[in-house]
């Protein structure tokens, strides 16, 4: 659905699979990790970057700690942080993670 541009009834569904991989496989499941940087992605676009910048923390850090430093995923989640501190003004935060 936010494909197609209709993010707000996308939000309930991302909260529902994201609250149902928690439920079911817990917060380190690479799933979860997965609904979580989602839903992250989801709030930037919809220009909510405070709610999205602690979920992208908690994707990064239990990628890192999951699956290591240089695992793609985990990559994508230290470049989607970057984006969002750069596009906040955070330049400085930023720089570390390009």
Same mark, same amino acid.
């Given at each position: 659905?936010?494909? @197609?541009? +209709?993010? =707000? $009834? &996308?939000? /309930? %569904? #991302?909260?529902?699979?994201?609250?149902?991989?928690?439920?079911? !496989?817990? *917060?380190?499941?690479?799933?979860?990790?997965?609904?979580?940087?989602n839903m992250a992605v989801l709030l930037d676009e @919809?220009? +909510?970057? =405070? $709610? &999205?910048? /602690? %979920? #992208?923390k908690e994707a990064l850090a239990a990628r890192r700690?999951? !699956?290591? *430093?240089?695992?793609?995923?985990?990559?994508?989640?230290?470049?989607?942080?970057?984006?969002?501190?750069?596009? @906040?003004?955070?330049r400085e935060e930023a720089l570390p993670l390009y």
């Amino acid at each position: 659905l936010d494909k @197609m541009e +209709n993010q =707000e $009834e &996308a939000l /309930p %569904l #991302y909260k529902e699979a994201l609250a149902g991989r928690r439920e079911t !496989l817990g *917060d380190q499941h690479p799933d979860t990790l997965n609904s979580i940087s989602n839903m992250a992605v989801l709030l930037d676009e @919809m220009g +909510n970057q =405070e $709610e &999205a910048l /602690p %979920l #992208y923390k908690e994707a990064l850090a239990a990628r890192r700690e999951t !699956l290591g *430093d240089r695992h793609p995923s985990t990559l994508s989640s230290i470049n989607n942080m970057a984006l969002l501190l750069k596009d @906040m003004g955070k330049r400085e935060e930023a720089l570390p993670l390009y």
